[in-house]
Nanobody
Framework: VQLQASGGGLVQAGGSLRLSCAVS????????LGWFRQAPGKEREFVAG????????YYADSVRGRFTISRDNAKNTVALQMDSLKVEDTATYYC???????????????????WGQGTLVTVSS
């Protein structure tokens, strides 16, 4: 299984970025998906997740209303649309997959089985 995250970069506060994670080796429609981030000197934190059916989506309080997670099962990709970016959103963002067929969304990284390599998002003031 491989996860390839892309789309990071440098953006001014208030701007937008769209991250994408391509999954190979597994059928996306059978996977629970999550995005996490880790800022320098801080613990990794949950950002957003969507279960395998797409029936449950959950966002961290810090990004709710600004970020949108979506999945394209036909393309085997999961995206994270990030709008109204803030300086505090600066971090390396990771996508992750879970094989649990959840009815909800796991917010602990301990439940995820495979991780992408991360893509850096830098928001300037």
């Amino acid at each position: 299984v491989q996860l390839q995250a892309s789309g990071g970069g440098l953006v001014q506060a208030g701007g937008s970025l769209r991250l994408s994670c391509a999954v190979s080796g597994r059928t996306l429609s059978r996977l629970d998906l999550g995005w996490f981030r880790q800022a320098p000197g801080k613990e990794r934190e949950f950002v957003a997740g969507i279960n395998w059916r797409g029936s449950s989506i959950y966002y961290a309080d810090s990004v709710r209303g600004r970020f949108t997670i979506s999945r394209d099962n036909a393309k085997n990709t999961v995206a994270l649309q990030m709008d109204s970016l803030k300086v505090e959103d600066t971090a390396t963002y990771y996508c992750a997959i879970d094989f649990a067929f959840r009815d909800d969304v796991a917010i602990s990284g301990n439940y995820y089985d495979y991780w992408g390599q991360g893509t850096l998002v830098t928001v300037s003031s």
